[in-house]
């Protein structure tokens, strides 16, 4: 088989694995408080990462800065299809999720205006040399970054309502397979690498807010979609044999890759001035990306080439309950847990996204000293139920460019952020 018929018969693949507290390559790490009440936010004004969670929530946040970071520490294992071929474990790496906030606004006024930076999707896998699915990926590395400007106002005591401009500031990608040919002498495959930088893509992220009392809250939120555009994405392959080096001669591709919009829907209860208590859930839209299509250019015969690779995602929901208890003046405790489903359907799993539904577990605290500075800290544990795979599974949905086998992943992430108030 030709080279140009090898690399395109399964299609590249760009996306991430599976992202902690969200389905998919969703990566749900923004706000430390939040994600120590198990990713609860919608119904809540706790700091300045209610512009991300609820624009309209914002209007009763406090005023102030804050910034923090996350160490996501995974650990994916494979074992192929067949008993007695043992476990295959990633080679994992740690990825370093971020966010930052700043609002400002009369202490006691009706508006905000505010700002932030957070990275909601991106993650690094590098599998095993050898392993089975060599063909389909060996290495992903996923980064993106986005920024909000964001506006708030309380028309009333009890109602407000805010949004927010998204940008895609800055992603990249860079991925790697192998391909089954060999140059002569060598007992190595042919490698093939894609990396590329994305555009500038703009969103937005609406919401209202409904507080009848101090003891109660609830909160709606929608955060639209954003295609991550590869324009202009480079191509290498190395290893090829000198009879086969002609056959494919791209060197750029050009790729879109379609990020979900986001519906959340959330209640804060407040029992008395100690405790806290919330209640989200997220219906996340990933049926919009069915398909991977890319198209490769520059030096191939007859124009351009394409390969496409099917997704089918699906809708996915998730819930989440989380609380807080305020011990004193300066210390805080919060606990929480979250159920997600997965987006991927049965027998369309990827190396890339070895998503599953998962169920999660959150732990946190704060200390303020000075009445101004104060600083967070957060933990996630995340299970992913077993997925599997069969050969007959891939060839009947005609995802035969994945690997039949068994997944399985659980994802620690410890986290801190500091912050001041105005």
Same mark, same amino acid.
């Given at each position: 088989?030709? #080279?140009?018929?090898?690399?395109?018969?399964?299609?590249?693949?760009?996306?991430?694995?599976?992202?902690?507290?969200?389905?998919?390559?969703?990566?749900?790490?923004?706000?430390?408080?939040?994600?120590?009440?198990?990713?609860?936010?919608?119904?809540?004004?706790?700091?300045? &990462?209610?512009?991300?969670?609820?624009?309209?929530?914002?209007?009763?946040?406090?005023?102030?800065?804050? #910034?923090?970071?996350?160490?996501?520490?995974?650990?994916?294992?494979? +074992?192929?299809?067949?008993?007695?071929?043992?476990?295959?474990?990633?080679? /994992?790496? /740690?990825?370093?999720?971020?966010?930052?906030? #700043?609002?400002?606004?009369?202490?006691?006024?009706?508006?905000?205006?505010?700002?932030?930076?957070?990275?909601?999707?991106?993650?690094?896998? !590098?599998?095993?040399? $050898?392993?089975?699915?060599?063909?389909?990926?060996? %290495?992903?590395?996923?980064?993106?970054?986005?920024?909000?400007?964001?506006?708030?106002?309380?028309?009333?005591?009890?109602?407000?309502?805010?949004?927010?401009?998204?940008?895609?500031?800055?992603? %990249?990608?860079?991925?790697?397979?192998?391909?089954?040919?060999?140059?002569?002498?060598?007992?190595?495959? &042919? !490698?093939?690498?894609?990396?590329?930088?994305?555009? !500038?893509?703009?969103?937005?992220?609406?919401?209202?807010?409904?507080?009848? *009392? %101090?003891?109660?809250? @609830?909160?709606? *939120?929608?955060?639209?979609?954003?295609?991550? !555009?590869?324009?202009?994405?480079?191509?290498?392959?190395?290893?090829?044999? &000198? *009879? &086969?080096?002609?056959?494919?001669?791209?060197?750029?591709? %050009?790729?879109?890759?379609?990020?979900?919009?986001?519906?959340?829907?959330?209640?804060?209860?407040?029992?008395? =001035?100690?405790?806290?208590?919330?209640?989200?859930?997220?219906?996340?839209?990933?049926?919009?990306?069915? *398909?991977?299509?890319?198209?490769? @250019? /520059?030096?191939?015969?007859?124009?351009? @080439?394409?390969?496409?690779?099917? +997704?089918?995602?699906?809708?996915?929901?998730?819930?989440?309950?989380?609380?807080?208890?305020?011990?004193?003046? /300066?210390?805080?405790?919060?606990?929480?847990?979250?159920?997600?489903?997965?987006?991927?359907?049965?027998?369309?799993?990827?190396?890339?996204?070895?998503?599953?539904?998962?169920?999660?577990?959150?732990?946190?605290?704060?200390?303020?000293?000075?009445?101004?500075?104060?600083?967070?800290?957060?933990?996630?544990?995340?299970?992913?139920?077993? +997925?599997?795979?069969?050969?007959? =599974?891939?060839?009947?949905? $005609?995802?035969?460019?994945?690997?039949?086998?068994?997944?399985?992943?659980?994802?620690?992430?410890?986290?801190?952020?500091?912050?001041?108030?105005?």
């Amino acid at each position: 088989m030709q #080279v140009k018929s090898l690399l395109l018969a399964g299609g590249a693949l760009l996306a991430a694995s599976s992202g902690a507290l969200a389905s998919g390559f969703q990566v749900g790490l923004t706000g430390a408080k939040n994600v120590g009440m198990g990713g609860t936010g919608t119904g809540l004004y706790l700091d300045q &990462a209610s512009q991300f969670f609820n624009p309209g929530a914002f209007a009763f946040a406090p005023t102030g800065f804050q #910034v923090g970071g996350n160490i996501a520490i995974p650990r994916i294992s494979f +074992r192929p299809a067949g008993a007695d071929q043992g476990q295959r474990t990633l080679q /994992n790496t /740690n990825v370093f999720p971020f966010s930052g906030f #700043v609002g400002f606004g009369p202490k006691e006024g009706k508006w905000r205006i505010g700002a932030g930076v957070y990275t909601p999707f991106g993650s690094e896998l !590098h599998y095993q040399q $050898g392993w089975e699915g060599r063909y389909a990926l060996t %290495d992903i590395n996923l980064r993106s970054v986005f920024g909000q400007v964001t506006a708030a106002y309380a028309i009333t005591p009890q109602f407000s309502v805010g949004g927010g401009v998204t940008t895609l500031l800055y992603g %990249d990608v860079d991925l790697q397979r192998d391909i089954p040919v060999q140059a002569q002498g060598s007992t190595a495959p &042919a !490698h093939a690498q894609l990396t590329g930088t994305a555009e !500038h893509k703009v969103g937005y992220n609406i919401g209202v807010m409904f507080k009848p *009392s %101090d003891k109660l809250s @609830a909160g709606l *939120s929608y955060r639209s979609a954003v295609d991550a !555009h590869v324009a202009d994405g480079d191509v290498k392959l190395t290893g090829l044999p &000198a *009879s &086969a080096a002609g056959s494919f001669t791209a060197t750029k591709f %050009d790729v879109t890759l379609p990020l979900p919009d986001v519906y959340s829907f959330g209640v804060g209860v407040r029992p008395d =001035d100690k405790l806290t208590l919330a209640f989200d859930v997220n219906l996340v839209g990933w049926s919009r990306y069915q *398909s991977l299509d890319f198209t490769y @250019a /520059n030096g191939v015969l007859g124009g351009n @080439a394409t390969s496409s690779s099917k +997704r089918q995602y699906e809708d996915a929901l998730a819930f989440r309950l989380g609380g807080q208890y305020k011990f004193g003046e /300066n210390f805080t405790l919060r606990a929480g847990t979250f159920y997600d489903m997965a987006c991927v359907r049965n027998g369309f799993v990827t190396p890339e996204t070895p998503d599953a539904a998962r169920i999660g577990v959150t732990a946190g605290f704060s200390y303020e000293f000075a009445k101004r500075f104060g600083i967070d800290a957060s933990f996630l544990f995340e299970d992913f139920m077993k +997925r599997s795979q069969s050969q007959d =599974d891939l060839i009947s949905n $005609g995802t035969a460019d994945r690997v039949a086998g068994t997944y399985k992943t659980t994802i620690a992430v410890p986290g801190v952020q500091l912050y001041v108030k105005f």
